[in-house]
């Protein structure tokens, strides 16, 4: 009896110890389990968008492109509103007498301008092959601080390079006249050629530049009756001029024409002085203006011309 009595003992304490270890082998399972789905948890909220290194370099530099378009924007809109506020337009101080004046250029009444000043006039730039000195002139002009009027011909603007250095010229601050699209003597045309030989030109150097010219001057200083009409109808000031020399034997060098354009009789205040697109008149150009404001004259800003 004692002997049935023990074994019943033993085998319960077995199921116990059975139950024991499989109640903690369970428990174990449990715990490997959740922390496995808390690892996966952990993961799938860290790499919710798989973005592979490729995607990243496109990413960035897609956002870089972005970043430098808009900074450019924003560059290009600060210069803008800082150069209409740096912008004034200035009140004409001149104006052109006529020829009982020989065109000198005159302070306006009542404007308070210096009287001391005379204007420099270029003719015959973009005539042919043989004036091409507009631009080493504009050059030379802006080295100086001075400005001048380049009265130009269009027989050579049908080409697009010399339509380039037309528009090179604007942008460097120059006062385009017209001068005929082909220099012929207004007297010798019919009024419809003389309107032509204006209006044609006025219409290039706008199409060019964007400005239609304030001023004009005819070959050789021939003003017919029709051809003034024209030009009033466009609005322009028309000009011949006070003295010039460059074309005179004695003066086809750059030194004599240098000397001349200064010590003449003829300057006084509001001169206006022609000269014209050649080399030895480019090559006496700096003495020129340093010889008349050794005078005591400054070179009128065009701009400031009514």
């Not at 301008?113 to 730039?125: G, H, N, P």
């Not at 005539?127 to 009027?149: C, G, K, P, V």
């Not at 354009?261 to 480019?282: F, Q, S, Y």
């Amino acid at each position: 009896m004692k002997r049935i009595i023990t074994l019943s003992l033993l085998s319960a304490l077995a199921l116990v110890s059975a139950g024991c270890a499989q109640e903690e082998a369970m428990n174990e399972n449990n715990e490997t389990e959740e922390g496995e789905e808390t690892e996966l948890n952990n993961n799938e909220d860290n790499s919710e968008v798989p973005v592979s290194d490729e995607g990243n370099d496109e990413n960035n530099e897609v956002n870089n492109e972005v970043n430098d378009e808009q900074a450019a924007n924003e560059s290009e809109e600060e210069n803008n509103n800082a150069a209409e506020e740096a912008y004034q337009p200035e009140e004409p101080l001149y104006e052109v007498a006529g020829a009982e004046s020989n065109f000198i250029v005159r302070p306006i009444e009542g404007s308070g301008a210096d009287e001391e000043v005379v204007l420099l006039t270029i003719d015959d730039s973009f005539l042919s092959a043989n004036f091409q000195y507009a631009l080493e002139m504009a050059e030379i002009l802006q080295e100086h601080d001075a400005n001048a009027i380049f009265f130009i011909n269009g027989q050579l603007l049908s080409s697009e390079e010399e339509q380039d250095r037309l528009r090179e010229l604007h942008e460097m601050g120059a006062e385009i006249g017209n001068h005929t699209m082909h220099h012929h003597n207004l007297s010798e045309l019919s009024e419809e050629e003389q309107r032509e030989e204006i209006v044609q030109l006025n219409d290039i150097i706008e199409e060019v530049t964007g400005e239609r010219p304030r001023f004009f001057r005819a070959p050789y200083g021939v003003n017919p009756e029709y051809t003034q009409q024209v030009v009033e109808e466009e609005g322009m000031q028309w000009m011949n001029w006070t003295y010039g020399y460059d074309w005179e034997p004695d003066y086809l060098e750059a030194e004599p024409l240098a000397e001349i354009m200064v010590e003449t009789p003829l300057l006084g205040n509001g001169a206006n002085l022609l000269i014209h697109d050649r080399e030895h008149t480019k090559d006496a150009l700096a003495d020129i203006i340093t010889g008349l404001r050794d005078k005591g004259y400054e070179i009128v800003d065009p701009a400031l011309i009514k």
